[in-house]
Nanobody
Framework: QVQLVESGGGLVQAGGSLRLSCAAS????????MGWFRQAPGKEREFVAA????????NYADSVKGRFTISRDNAKNTVYLQMNSLKPDDTAVYYC?????????????????WGQGTQVTVSS
């Protein structure tokens, strides 16, 4: 069983930055592919970014590419999402998720474990 706890959300003005963290309670964190997803009010959950087990591969949604950076520290059982140049459209609840071996890292159904989410609100 993997428990995930996100932190770092909050209210920020457009153009600002936030860094989200997701701490995992699991012995073998390095065995899990990690992803970030988000869900805005009235919208479906969407993929944001993912990082492979040893950080050799990262994937980003087109809407965040060049502004967001996903990273992980396997020694600390933590995955991060650095968000720069934030826009009001980035307002959502952000979730981290873990999957042992996703066939398609952008697909939320591939992930077995989810955190409770952290709210990010970007004001204009």
């Amino acid at each position: 069983q993997v428990q995930l706890v996100e932190s770092g959300g909050g209210l920020v003005q457009a153009g600002g930055s936030l860094r989200l963290s997701c701490a995992a309670s699991v012995r073998t964190f390095s065995s899990y592919y990690m992803g970030w997803f988000r869900q805005a009010p009235g919208k479906e959950r969407e993929f944001v970014a993912a990082v492979s087990w040893g950080s050799t591969t990262t994937n980003y949604a087109d809407s965040v590419k060049g502004r967001f950076t996903i990273s992980r520290d396997n020694a600390k059982n933590t995955v991060y999402l650095q968000m720069n140049s934030l826009k009001p459209d980035d307002t959502a609840v952000y979730y981290c998720a873990a999957a042992p071996s996703p066939r398609w890292a952008r697909r939320d159904q591939e992930y077995d474990y989810w955190g409770q989410g952290t709210q990010v609100t970007v004001s204009s």
